[in-house]
């Protein structure tokens, strides 16, 4: 059985995403991050960045005890193999659906949290740092475009490539024109229209008894400094 430390986020979506896709027992533990659980020590113990998600492999396999691990890229990889599914065999197809998971974890992924947190967030409106991170935002929509041109998913088949992606393409909220991105809508139809999809979602309807960015979340979230040492 797998223990998923989670809360309804882009982040927390890509993991059931995979979850649901395989058909792997998993059991959902909220990790209230509005209210600070992130920095509760037997959290911290798994994810000592203090963010969610994290996973407990109670059954890893190997003879060994439970494997636990943070970061939502490596936990996607991690079940890809555990599986045997969402990420080829095959060198040239692992690494292109690998490139592209690193794409989301190294610019779509930060980049965004900074144009979100810049354009809705920021206590003023600090217009180089908006400008700065939309451009990066559209930068980042017109790579993602280019590259499902001719494409149905980012490698060859549907990956965790396209699954660590998906939860962060919300033109609505970012300001972004969809009209100009037809390839990005076309792909966002077909994941959508996946049940495996609709089940993950419908785990964070079940989840989100509350928002998670309030006045009081934002001096938890955003107010973060060095921790004192353990
Ligand atoms: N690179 C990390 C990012 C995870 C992340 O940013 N999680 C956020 C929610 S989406 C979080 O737990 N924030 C709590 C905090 O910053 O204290 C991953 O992909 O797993």
Known sequence: MIELYYWPTPNGHKITMMLEETGLAYRVVPVNIARGEQFEPDFLAISPNNKMPAMIDREPGEGSGPL???????????????????????????????????????????MLGQQHHFRNYAPERIEYAVERYQKETERLYGVLEDQLEGRDFIAVDYSIADMACYPWVMPDRQGIDAGEFPNIVRWQERIRARPAVKRAYAVADDINAEETITEESKKILFGQGRRPRR
């Not at 555990?82 to 692992?94: C, I, V, Y």
């Open 68 to 110: 636990s691990l943070f970061e939502s890229g490596a936990i996607l990889q991690y079940l890809a193999e555990k599986s045997g599914q969402f990420l080829p065999a095959d060198r040239f197809g692992k690494y292109g659906v690998l490139q592209w998971l690193f794409w989301q974890m190294a610019h779509l992924g930060p």
